[in-house]
Structure formats: C-alpha cells, structure tokens
T-cell receptor
Framework: EAQVTQNPRYLITVTGKKLTVTCSQN?????MSWYRQDPGLGLRQIYY???????DKGDVPEGYKVSRKEKRNFPLILESPSPNQTSLYFC?????????????FGQGTRLTVV | AQSVTQLGSHVSVSEGALVLLRCNYS??????LFWYVQYPNQGLQLLLK??????LVKGINGFEAEFKKSETSFHLTKPSAHMSDAAEYFC??????????????FGTGTKLQVIP
C-alpha cells in the first residue's frame, strides 16, 4: 500500500531537548515536504526537498533542520525545541509524473513542547 | 510572493444543497492551484489541481473548481452536498506542477458543515 509514514504520532517533550520526527515514503517519490498546521493559520511549509541531498526552506524554517540522505526518508529535526513549536506536523511526498492522486500526506505528528 | 485567501472559515450547507468554497490567490507568475480536504484526525488528501489547459477542473468525490484568471479565483463547488463531505478544505498555490513540492502556500482553511 502506497503511504507516507510519520513517527511518532504523538510526542510531548521539554524545552531544549533535541528531537527528530521521522518520515518515510514507499512510492519512490522525488519530492518531499514538511508542514506545520496551527489553528487559524492553515498549513505552512517548513522545508521541502526535490531529491536526495537537495533541500530548501519553506515559509517557516526557523528552528528546524532537515536532511535527505535517502530518497525514501526525510526526517525533521528540532535541535532545541521551544513552546512555540507546539503544533501538528505533516510530511508529504509527491512525484511530478503523478496524476490527481499523486500527492500523499502522512497522518501527522502532534508535538507538544512544555 | 504568493498568497491565498479563503473567504469564510466556516460554511454550513444543507444535505443536497450546492457547496461553494471560495479561494482567491495572488501570484507573481502564472499559478498552479490546488484544493485539499482534511477529515478529522487525518492528513490531507488532494481533491483536484489546476496546472495549465482547461480552466474547469474535475476532482474526486464529485468536486470541481474553475480557474478564473481575471478574478484571481479558484472556487470549489459540488452540486449536491453529502454528509460525508463534512471536513476542512484548504486551497493552495505553488509554482510547481504537483502539490507538495517547491514552495507551497496554503490558505487558512474552510470548515464545511453539512446539515441533515
């Protein structure tokens, strides 16, 4: 089954404790992205990657890092989390050759930073 | 710079009535436009997208949207609402050909309520 898998689904952490949210896709997609979703603000893109070792900033990259060492994985790293990074995070993947159903989103990771 | 404005954070319709969700965009280059749906506690699902060509785009679940350059709009419609359409809908704009890559800007979302 084609899917984007994020882990963990829920995470509560303390300010300053480094964490990584993993994202993996099994569709051999070139493109992957991270978003955060906050009430009233919709989704905002954090980082995106157009292929292995190719990443770029979205609209809200501050406080986040990403890496794309393998095509299937695109982890999101918070080096020193702060309470304003409490949010719902989504990973997505896509292929430029895909049709209407080509964009896949993960189930989301709800992060709380206390 | 690009931006998306969704008019109405909440929309209520009766079952069987027309669904109209409004989206206006701003883009410095010809845009690619998308509508996504999010059901409670789930990720987003792509409903439809406009890249080039025909301005009336048909998507899944009976939804369609029309790109109107003169009005900078990409409104989402469905002739007859079903209870299962209750969800949050997001409009998005990007310069790329596929939702989810390159720089994507989303609207703030419209929650659709369907009244029996």
């Amino acid at each position: 089954e084609a899917q984007v898998t994020q882990n963990p689904r829920y995470l509560i952490t303390v300010t300053g404790k480094k964490l990584t949210v993993t994202c993996s896709q099994n569709m051999n997609h070139e493109y992957m992205s991270w978003y955060r979703q906050d009430p009233g603000l919709g989704l905002r893109q954090i980082y995106y990657s157009m292929n292995v070792e190719v990443t770029d900033k979205g609209d809200v990259p501050e406080g986040y890092k990403v890496s794309r060492k393998e095509k299937r994985n695109f982890p999101l790293i918070l080096e020193s989390p702060s309470p304003n990074q409490t949010s719902l995070y989504f990973c997505a993947s896509n292929s430029p050759q895909g049709g209407i159903r080509s964009a896949f989103f993960g189930q989301g990771t709800r992060l709380t930073v206390v | 710079a690009q931006s998306v404005t969704q008019l109405g954070s909440h929309v209520s319709v009766s079952e069987g009535a027309l669904v109209l969700l409004r989206c206006n965009y701003s883009s410095s280059v010809p845009p690619y436009l998308f509508w996504y749906v999010q059901y409670p506690n789930q990720g987003l699902q792509l409903l439809l997208k406009y890249t080039t060509g025909a301005t009336l785009v048909k998507g899944i679940n009976g939804f369609e949207a029309e790109f109107k350059k003169s009005e900078t709009s990409f409104h989402l419609t469905k002739p007859s609402a079903h209870m299962s359409d209750a969800a949050e809908y997001f409009c998005a704009v990007t310069k790329g050909a596929s939702g989810g890559y390159q720089k994507v800007t989303f609207g703030t979302g419209t929650k659709l309520q369907v009244i029996p």
